[in-house]
């Protein structure tokens, strides 16, 4: 086959550290965990699971050596008939074959089972892993490494890894214990049997050398492509709307074409590894088989072995090249499966932009000092805010698109953590408290409405599992959404989601809100809540919005002027910061931003009511 290009490894060949790497379109992969990571990880569940790991090699290096008396009782049969033995001699030989052959079976059966046992309580232990590492991952980290990297781990990278666990690892070990104690056997019949293996280990010594210095990176590089192409689909799936109206269609192919031949290049790659590797690598089993048989015959016609030690030799020679090619075949699935384990382990590589430190607030109101935050390295787009807010207060945050509201409105409901200075509340730094406290005390509340799959119930209670049926249709009710959700089918218990009732995105937005009235938290951070759904359903939304604020402090980033007269203080955000505090009356006064802003809505009426 024609030697392809090899393709450019972005993903680490993981040697020292664990890193992130920029992947096209300025996505910053997700961590990768270096060898001695996986080592340890490895080592690791080799202690905690030594019982099992013991267990599965014992049996199997059982029902191998159970599997080398065959060879043996074979040949002394042959070396007995030729010098002359009894029937009853040949009978017993052949039962006892019969015998070995038995217990190797059941041995085998018990040792594949234990071996099941083994990698599925390891596969098993790394997805909770890997579960609950994701669902702790900061979200600025998913967002900057894009859906299609996490993903591609959670699925494909879980599957070669379960293959690794399931059968490379426990056919591995297994190999390697037969392969030795076959050569025990050999070396039993004749020493100089051995010798012919020994002929083989240099070639397949520098081919499985050359194979292993290039296949860790190959692997990884064609995981990475393989998670480029996820993303760019699910990026064209998801935006396919925007995709139609903008006329992107061949944009997109023309993106989606780059990715699947950086992903052909990727497969092609280690495809062209295996091309050399295999074939080279069976080519040398026959050649021990033949020079037993070769100078076996010659030592046997000058009397320096006899018929039986040459079958044994032969027939275990013959045995020995099934391990050894499983052993090898496996290196290949270990590798990928090593390549998927290093890039499972990476996400645990990430930094927690959260620690609790235990503390719990006292009081609720709301602090930033000296806020700066930036989404790029090096790239500021909050310089320093000064914002305090008193338990019940109404602040409304006006000013131009892009000035920074909706990131503020993001650390101050701790989304995410300030890149420099603090956002408290209670005097405890929203980074500070464990996630469901922060629920309890903060939320946001924004378009983003997403239904789970499941019944209307299980999307409720999603921030308090234990609630009660009585506590759900209080809640539901206070969002104004009883009445739909009791004309539905099954009431609370009708499915929704993928697969279920199908709801308008008002009655998403509801239930959203009803989340919030059972998550309770005393502080509200809203952000465009209502603009993307019609008037009427925004109207009848509202209602069911004030119910929730009734009572709670809000800070709402305003894109109607009315928001920010009605609420008791407006601040205005331009370049990221805050340029002017204070409530209507006195920002009017002072003639600054908002009075300009206040004044151009005055004349244009109504229909300039949007920011
Ligand atoms: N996920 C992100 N990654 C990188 N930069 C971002 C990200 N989100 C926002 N920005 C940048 O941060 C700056 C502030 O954006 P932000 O959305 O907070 O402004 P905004 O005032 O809420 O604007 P709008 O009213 O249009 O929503 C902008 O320059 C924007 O391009």
């Known amino acids: 086959m024609a030697a392809a290009p090899a393709p450019p490894v972005t993903a680490t060949t993981a040697t020292t550290t664990t890193t992130a790497t920029t992947q096209p379109g300025g996505r910053e992969a997700l961590p990768i965990a270096t060898s001695a990571e996986v080592r340890q990880y490895a080592a690791r569940v080799a202690r905690i699971r030594g019982r099992d790991l013991v267990l599965t090699v014992g049996l199997f290096a059982l029902a191998a050596v159970a599997g080398l008396f065959g060879p043996r009782l074979l040949g002394s049969l042959i070396d007995g008939v030729q010098k002359g033995t009894t029937a009853g001699h040949v009978d017993t030989i052949v039962a006892l074959i019969a015998l070995f052959l038995i217990v190797q079976t059941v041995l085998t059966r018990y040792a594949k089972l234990a071996a099941g046992k083994f990698g599925e309580g390891v596969l098993a232990e790394l997805r909770e892993n890997f579960v609950s590492r994701v669902l702790e991952l900061p979200l600025s980290v998913v967002e900057r490494a894009g859906s299609g990297d996490l993903l591609s781990r959670s699925s494909r990278d879980v599957d070669m890894l379960s293959m690794a666990a399931r059968y490379a690892v426990p056919t591995t070990l297994v190999a ?38 290039r296949a860790p990176e190959g692997y990884l590089a064609e995981s990475a492509r393989y998670a480029d192409l996820t993303d760019s689909l699910a990026e064209t799936v998801d935006g396919a709307r925007t995709v139609e109206a903008l006329g992107l269609q061949r944009h997109r192919i023309e993106r989606t074409d780059e990715e699947i031949r950086r992903q052909f290049a990727a497969e092609r790659y280690t495809l062209r590894l295996r091309c050399v590797f295999f074939p080279t690598a069976e080519s040398c089993y026959i050649v021990p088989v033949a020079l037993t048989l070769l100078f076996g015959g010659l030592g046997y016609v000058h009397g320096s072995f006899t018929l039986g030690q040459v079958t044994a030799a032969t027939l275990y020679m013959q045995q020995i090249m099934g391990p050894i090619d499983e052993m090898l075949a496996w290196a290949d699935q270990l590798q990928v499966g090593g390549a998927s384990l290093a890039r499972l382990l990476g996400v645990a590589g990430v930094p927690a932009d959260r620690q609790a430190s235990g503390e719990q607030p006292e009081g609720e109101d709301l602090r930033a000092t000296d806020v700066r935050y930036s989404y790029i390295p090096g790239r500021e787009v909050l310089h320093g805010v ?68 499941g019944t209307v119930r299980e999307n409720v209670v999603l921030p308090r599992p234990e609630a009660t049926e009585e506590q759900v249709r209080e809640a539901l009710a206070a969002v104004d959404a009883l009445t739909w959700v009791e004309a539905l089918p099954e009431g609370l218990q009708t499915p929704i989601g993928a697969n279920g009732q199908t709801l308008s995105p008002a009655q998403a937005q509801q239930l959203a809100l009803a989340r919030l009235v059972l998550a309770d938290p005393h502080t509200l951070v809203l952000d465009e809540a209502t ?32 928001t920010a007269h009605d609420a008791d203080r407006v601040a205005v955000v331009e370049d990221g910061v805050i340029a002017e505090l204070g409530s209507h009356e006195e920002l009017v006064e002072t003639g600054g931003a908002y009075a300009g802003l206040w004044d151009s809505w005055h004349g244009r009426g109504a229909a300039a009511e949007q920011v």
């Not at 990131?407 to 300030?418: S, V, W």
């Open 176 to 213: 390697i214990v037969t392969v030795l104690l076959t050569i025990g056997a050999l070396a039993l019949v004749s020493p100089w049997a051995v010798l012919p293996l020994l002929v083989i280990v240099p070639p397949i010594g520098v081919v499985f050398r050359w194979y292993m210095k």
């Open 386 to 453: 000064d914002l305090s807010l008193r338990a019940g207060e109404r602040l409304a945050m006006v000013g131009p698109s892009g000035a920074g509201k909706s990131t503020l409105g993001r650390l101050l409901a701790g989304i995410h953590g300030p890149t420099v200075g603090s956002v408290a509340v209670g005097g405890v730094p929203l980074v500070e408290l464990p996630l469901a406290d922060l629920r309890g005390q903060v939320a946001l509340v924004n378009q983003e409405h997403h239904v789970f799959a």
């Open 531 to 562: 603009s993307l759904i019609d008037p009427r359903a925004a109207r009848h939304l509202e209602r069911s919005l004030a119910a929730v604020l009734e009572g709670r402090t809000v800070i709402a980033i305003a894109h109607r002027l009315h």
